[in-house]
């Protein structure tokens, strides 16, 4: 599944929520995914990426993983 979320003044991509699952004899996996965008200084940055999900692949030990970042502050690496 894919959700994409537009900006209805300019259609432009604000955030997508991808959810994906797989199961099969020889692996499986199921992932989920948020990405929130919002305007700094007129541009359109990743401001919140979630993550959430496992792997499982014979013949190795499964993966599981989650984590949130946030970015709030774009001026890093600007002269101020």
């Known amino acids: 599944?894919?959700?994409?979320?537009?900006?209805?003044?300019?259609?432009?991509?604000?955030?997508?929520?991808?959810?994906?699952k797989y199961n099969h004899m020889l692996f499986d996996f199921d992932v989920q995914m948020n990405i929130e965008m919002n305007y700094v200084d007129e541009e359109k940055l990743p401001s919140k990426i979630t993550y959430q999900g496992n792997w499982d692949i014979p013949m190795k030990k499964e993966e599981r993983a989650s984590f949130l970042i946030l970015h709030k502050d774009y001026r890093l690496g600007k002269r101020q």
């Not at 894919?2 to 994906?20: A, C, Q, S």
């Open 1 to 20: 599944e894919l959700v994409t979320i537009f900006d209805k003044r300019n259609f432009e991509i604000l955030g997508r929520y991808v959810d994906m």
